[in-house]
């Protein structure tokens, strides 16, 4: 399973340009498009959410997506998912225009994602969420008459994943029961589970200890280096632990794009996170959670 | 995906400590106790078959509540499991008895009017389950109102179809050899057959992956589509197989009581098919044929002592969500907790000299203890997590 693979180390930062402007995307070096977005728009109706965006993601990019509250993030990731469908522009996975695709379909062609308030089976035990998950791209999810502890592969691959990631003992556990930050990783686990190209992770270390936020930075880490991560965050110690690129989002708009040590420094995000006046204070700590 | 593969043996074991939901609760009684309830259900077997040969009025009360169980199991397995309540099942139990009804007196034979019957239930599941499943939740509920309201409405005005208030009377019952659907015993036994195959179906369909699907779709259906479900698709095969039951459930009323008339489909007999699987337990299957017992019985016993019977029944219902909301099924399944609890302590206080019982919990996780800890959190039950927790081996996953 790509998903479950360790990831040896973190993919090196490519030589991307540095952040020209919101139209710049990163360099694809021969590399696979793995997402293109293009001139996304999203109202809802008098708000306009996402406002003509304009992305590039290639394959195997770790990318992350910063930005204040009510900046449009989690808009674009249901755009991006299928959840919503935009006002205007088009959604290419891999080359393909999935725009008026549904969120299942978009998960067959490789796109799996978490969400900002965790969602699970919360009365299901951890077994049984990760064989759901499991079987999500299986022909037998439909099977009526046959016990699903029967189907020892599926039921060997959710036990894989578990174990992958130290949920093993938990299995008999039912989701309610376990802390906020097995929760978290039980979300990234379901979204492994599908054997996703491309990963949304939306914000998954939120709500999490400090102890907890090393152990999901890790478990992202260990991620096979062939699959695209794109993640929103707002503490910008996980991010630059896990990404090497980032758009910045505001009102909607793509104020900037960049590698991460870059944006970081742009006046305007600055500006963004820790106001017009400390941002000119020369604050260069815009290190720690923003939010 | 292949699904026919081989495991290793640590995921056998897996399954064999977690697959077997009685064994947690079986292991500490002794061998009489665990023998009690196998003795129990064939003596409750014996019983049944006495009241269904004697012929009886106990008998055709019996008979009624097996025909309703099918339709509240129907009800259950969409909505316990599911999470979609439906309040038009009635008319699909109208549709299947006034189908065979109907096709006799348009010259089919029995047997060909009961299979007309189950295609009519079909294709209407399958017609109007397009429209049901579109919507969910509170929406979802008066849809399948208004759909049984609308059966409901047909049999009572297309008079040239239905014969409207007067309803249709059974030509003639199907026969196999000597085995005719006349003899009111042969009805009963079928019946009971019928009840125990639907039981068995719907049983084997929950534990399926299907099942396992449909509780994801009540529990988190935003994630279960992130996960590549069309639960579109699972809310409509879930409509249409609870419809389908319900039909059967039709047609044997039809064997049953020779008469068909709008009053079956009313409002009422949706809102007692609901009551019998809150009452019973939801989520169970089983649960709704002790509700269809409790609900037959006030209709058929108790109305004929009490004329407010109905206000009696709403008493009960209310007195039984509040205080076990789980059901005359949460009531049975806390009762076998406390005599699991009572047998396990029983156990540890055998032992002479040996360590204390909550010594014996702490330093033995492995315990029958914890295993019934375990596989009462498989099974999800808070009740058994707290009474019998035991601390939990240290593992890689502790942080």
Not at chain 1, 80 to 86: D, I, V
Not at chain 1, 92 to 104: E, H, I, N, Y
Not at chain 2, 11 to 34: F, I, K, Y
Not at chain 2, 228 to 250: D, E, H, K, N
Request: hydrophobic share 45%; glycine share 12%; charged share 15%.
């Amino acid at each position: 399973m790509s998903g479950a693979g360790v990831r040896p180390d973190a993919a090196a930062p490519t030589s991307r340009p540095s952040a020209g402007g919101p139209a710049s995307p990163p360099t694809l070096e021969g590399r696979e498009v793995a997402l293109e977005l293009d001139a996304i728009t999203c109202r809802f109706e008098e708000l306009t959410a996402v406002d003509s965006v304009t992305l590039t993601i290639p394959a195997g990019s770790r990318f992350g997506i910063i930005g204040p509250n009510g900046a449009g993030k989690t808009t674009l990731f249901n755009v991006l998912s299928g959840e919503l469908r935009p006002a205007s522009g088009t959604v290419k996975l891999f080359g393909r225009d999935v725009t008026r695709m549904s969120a299942p379909e978009r998960v067959r062609l490789g796109m799996g994602r978490t969400f900002q308030v965790v969602r699970l089976f919360s009365d299901l035990t951890v077994r049984e969420n990760l064989t759901l998950a499991v079987m999500g791209l299986s022909r037998s999810k439909l099977q009526l008459l046959r016990p699903w502890r029967t189907y020892r592969v599926h039921q060997a691959l959710a036990e894989e994943l578990a174990s992958s990631f130290g949920l093993r003992d938990r299995l008999g556990r039912t989701a309610g029961e376990l802390s906020h930050g097995e929760l978290r990783e039980l979300e990234v686990l379901l979204a492994l589970a599908v054997e996703p190209k491309v990963l949304l992770l939306d914000e998954p270390a939120a709500g999490l200890s400090p102890a907890e936020r090393v152990d999901i930075q890790a478990l992202l880490r260990r991620l096979d280096p062939g699959l695209t991560i794109i993640m929103i965050e707002h503490d910008m110690q996980v991010l630059r632990g896990v990404v090497d690129w980032v758009a910045v989002l505001d009102h909607g708009e793509l104020v900037t794009q960049g590698p991460t040590a870059e944006v970081q420094r742009h006046e305007r995000v600055r500006e963004l996170y820790l106001g017009r006046a400390a941002a000119h204070d020369g604050a260069e700590h815009l290190g720690s959670t923003t939010s | 995906m292949d699904d026919l593969g081989t495991t290793t043996p640590t995921t056998l074991d897996t399954l064999s400590a977690e697959g077997t939901p009685a064994r947690w609760w079986v292991a500490p009684l002794t061998l009489g106790e665990r023998m009690a309830g196998p003795i129990l259900g064939a003596a409750c077997l014996v019983v049944i078959g006495i009241i269904l040969t004697s012929g009886s009025y106990l008998s055709t009360i019996f008979e009624d509540i097996l025909i309703f169980a099918i339709a509240a199991m129907g009800v259950d397995f969409l909505g316990g499991f599911g999470g979609l309540i439906t309040l038009g099942q009635a008319g699909f139990v109208g549709v299947g008895a006034y189908g065979v009804a109907i096709a006799e007196v348009h010259g089919y034979g029995p047997w060909a009017a009961t299979g007309i019957s189950l295609a009519a239930v079909l294709g209407l599941a399958v017609v109007t389950g397009v429209v049901a499943v579109r919507v969910s939740g509170i929406t979802f509920v008066i849809v399948t109102l208004a759909l049984g309201q609308i059966f409901w409405g047909l049999g009572y005005q297309w008079t040239s179809l239905t014969s409207g208030d007067n309803g249709i009377t059974l030509l003639s019952s199907p026969s196999i050899g000597p085995w005719s659907l006349s003899s009111t015993m042969t009805v009963w036994v079928t019946t009971f057959v019928v009840f125990l195959a639907i039981l068995a179906v719907l049983l084997l369909m929950v534990h399926s992956p299907f099942g396992l699907s449909l509780r994801g779709l009540k529990s988190n259906e935003r994630r279960l589509r992130a996960l590549g479900y069309r639960t579109g698709l699972q809310r409509y095969i879930g409509y249409v197989i609870a419809s389908f039951v319900a039909g059967i459930a039709g047609v044997l009323y039809i064997f049953s009581n020779h008469l068909i008339s709008p009053a079956t489909l009313t409002f009422s007999q949706d809102g007692f098919l609901v009551v019998m699987v809150i009452l019973g337990g939801l989520g169970t299957i089983w649960g709704p044929c002790l509700g269809a017992l409790v609900v037959v019985m006030f209709e058929q016993e108790i109305s004929t002592y009490l004329a407010r019977w109905e206000t009696l029944m709403g008493v009960v219902f209310i007195a039984a969500v509040i205080f076990t909301p789980g059901g005359i099924a949460g009531l049975l399944r806390r009762g076998r907790l406390a005599l699991t609890r009572l047998a396990t302590a029983r156990r540890r206080a055998k032992p002479a000299g040996g360590p204390a019982p909550a010594v014996a919990s702490a330093t033995a996780p492995n315990s029958s203890a914890g295993d019934a800890l375990d596989a009462a959190r498989t099974r999800g039950d808070g009740d058994a997590a707290r009474v019998t927790a035991a601390p939990r081996a240290p593992s890689e996953g502790d942080r």
